[in-house]
């Protein structure tokens, strides 16, 4: 509904008002005029009549006519006056307007039969002869007891209509004036009062657009004066109460981003009302993109899509697990909430992400280690148990057979050993670098190199592929020797391992200012692109029967890996099918450096 402006409200009733009391006062003076002056022409008539009467000689109204007739014309004329006798029978005996013969008879005139009834009569009335108001007064003429005549003078109203007029049209035009006057200055009080509350209502309204921090002038009105003064400590405490609310808002959305929790705020409908930044990154979408968006759209994750509906449809706390298996697989263990209003009533649900894909991966790595220690032990147990057998057959127990059962005995023991052996030394070296146990001291690598080279020296010879080294005499790191000595040995022992004759390995060191980087290179088989990043786990082989034949257990580079790592250093490996491997550790020269 459109609203009137106030001052459209004030200011008609006041023009009105005006209007109202300025038409009163013409009235009442019109009519207060007329009175007044009807009266004094009844006087003046009156008066006339009796001069007239003067005039006449008894017992002349019914005898001379003629001399009554030409009295009449003679002084009507003179007195501007009309005058009319008239007998007691209505009968017209002289007058100065007109001929008395032709006049109709006058007893019916309502002013003639007052005065026949022995009263001034006078009445005002449209004379038909002249077309004129008339002012009629009839005097009655007595001689002796009895009526003689009637005496009536009139005059025309006609310069009293005309003078009432001009005083009309002055009350008129002093009425539009006042008018005039009296508007305006309705006009200005209307707006004295409007004005104040206009600027209280723009003030107001600038309070609801947000504008809390600006003040309303305070009027000198008591009455909009209070009003502004309360407006304004009202908005001042609003002002405060917002302020509060908002740091409290940021200081939730601070802890909400802060939160490693990826955190999802849904309505009834599955639509997302919030995503903090954790959410923002595990759903690989922004807070502007989601916002108002249906789950499904945001996410397409069919984990998350149905647990957010188990939250919605209970009213308990849910809790499931989420995977994504697009891409690199992630594991998120998710807790659902319902969020209420302040009535209780549920609005929507709560849904906290918390990744647990390292969690996941560790309890996976420990039952494939579980499973294959297994199966690595499984074979030689099987075997050692199936000549066992053929040993306690003294059947068929031959001299010859039982050389070999028990030559095959004490391999596969030697192969379970080994593997032992191996998991020991890799179970040690991770519970000592775990415990920051390993100690680390300055020494040559140099020397390190050669006593690994002379560890391995009988297996190269036996293979026919010799080791050559190249190694500056003076560097010196922060090293464990016995440590980097084993993952040297295991190095060297699959590069004359993995070699055909003939071939030959290098093992090679240098040093920059903070690192020192030792090489392995072989000319052996080499290993396919694929298998690389794998070569480092336990038990990954490329070839495992081959790997088994040349009596490996497929820990020797897991080894060698937790033994850098320890030494806080990286290795890495470069391959190619048919041209060789090459083995690169590099180790900080400092263990307080990286
Ligand atoms: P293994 O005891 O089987 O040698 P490792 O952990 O030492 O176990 O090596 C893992 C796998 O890496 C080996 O089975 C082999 O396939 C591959 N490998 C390691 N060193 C070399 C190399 N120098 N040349 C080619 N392949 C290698």
Known sequence: MRRRRMIWKIFPSFLLVTILTIAGVMLYVDHEFRRFYSARTIEALTARARL???????????????????????LGARTATRITVIRPDGVVVGDTDHDPATMDNHSDRPEVREALRGEVGSQLRRSDTLDQNMMYVAVPLRSKGSDVAVIRTAISLGSFESTLRVIHSRVVLGGVLALTVAGVLCWLVARRITRPLEELRRGVAQFGRGGLDQRLRVPDSDEIGAVAQAMNEMAASLDARLKTIGEQRHEMEAVFDAMAEGVLVVDLDERVLHLNRSAEKILGVTLAFAKKRFVQEVARNPDLQSFVRSTLASDAPVEGDVAWRAGEERHFQARGTSLRNASGVKTGSLIVLNEVTRLYRLERVRRDFVANVSHEMQTPITSIYGYAETLMDKDSRTDELTEKAAQAIVRQAGRLSLLVDDLLELSRIEKQAEAKEIPLSRGSIREVLESAIETCGTASEDRGVPIRLECPEDIQADINP??????????LDNATKYSERGKQVDLSCEATPGEVIIRVRDEGCGGAREHLPRLFERFYR?????????????????????????HRGTVAVESEVGKGSLFTIVVPRSSGGN
């Open 52 to 74: 007239f009467e003067g005039c006449l000689e008894h017992g002349d109204a019914g005898s001379d006519r003629s001399r009554i007739d030409a009295l009449c014309k003679e």
């Open 482 to 491: 016995e440590l980097l000595e084993r993952a040297l040995v295991n190095l």
């Open 542 to 566: 490329v070839d495992k029967a081959r790997s088994r034949s040349l009596g490996g257990t497929g820990l020797g580079l897991a080894i060698v890996k937790h033994i850098v790592l320890a």
